[in-house]
């Protein structure tokens, strides 16, 4: 099903000629949808997770640019899909970014501004429970 559903976005943005325009609203919805609720957020099998995994890679790669793949807003496990060669080699990354937040999280300690330092465990906390929701739904 998301195959054809991702052939009526291409469709929709040939149409309207929306390519160069609102790719970054592409990105963030592909994020969003396939990624996020669906290959994060549901208990597939280990091969339904592969296909699923490489349908929005290519689908991805195919149709939005490098710089719109490496913005900063877009969420860390989008960033690690785009950066990964293969479905294990996105395992890997994410099991290394769930150990880099604990290495950031003790050099915080060194941070002279306090307001740094509570900003900053923050967001290592937002980046530790997601990737403990994703590390709860996806086998590796």
Not at 55 to 75: G, K, M, P, V, W
Not at 88 to 116: E, M, Q, Y
Request: aromatic letters at 10%.
């Amino acid at each position: 099903m998301i195959p054809r559903w991702l052939s009526l976005i291409e469709e929709f943005y040939e149409q309207r000629h929306l390519w160069k325009r609102k790719a970054g609203h592409l990105v963030r919805f592909i994020e969003h949808e396939p990624f996020e609720l669906r290959l994060l957020g549901m208990p597939f099998s280990p091969p339904e997770q592969e296909i699923l995994y490489s349908i929005i890679r290519d689908f991805l790669n195919a149709h939005c640019t490098a710089a719109e793949c490496r913005r900063a807003s877009l969420h860390l496990p989008l960033r690690l899909l785009l950066q990964s060669s293969g479905f294990s080699d996105f395992g890997r990354r994410l099991r290394r970014a769930g150990k880099n937040t604990g290495i950031r999280r003790k050099l915080l300690h060194f941070c002279p501004v306090p307001s740094w330092r509570r900003n900053g465990r923050a967001q290592l906390r937002q980046v530790r429970e997601q990737l403990e929701e994703i590390r709860r739904n996806i086998t590796f």
